[in-house]
């Protein structure tokens, strides 16, 4: 048994927050890891994207309607 953070650290969860703590067998960590890296890469693309003043295809499309 593996001892997970619910919300990833690196998207805002409490590193030492006891309710943001489960307990997972190595095959659902696993299965949970993958999607968490997924979702903090998304993460980090929105963040990088807006950092640098760049506005996505779909904003783009939207100011010229």
Request: proline letters at 2%; glycine letters at 6%.
């Amino acid at each position: 048994l593996i001892l997970d953070h619910i919300k990833p650290i690196a998207l805002g969860g409490g590193e030492f927050d006891e309710s943001n703590l489960q307990i997972l067998c190595w095959k659902c960590n696993k299965i949970k890891t993958r999607k968490d890296h997924a979702e903090i890469a998304k993460a980090r693309r929105i963040e990088k994207i807006m950092s640098n003043g760049q506005t996505s295809l779909k904003a783009k499309q939207s100011l010229r309607s």
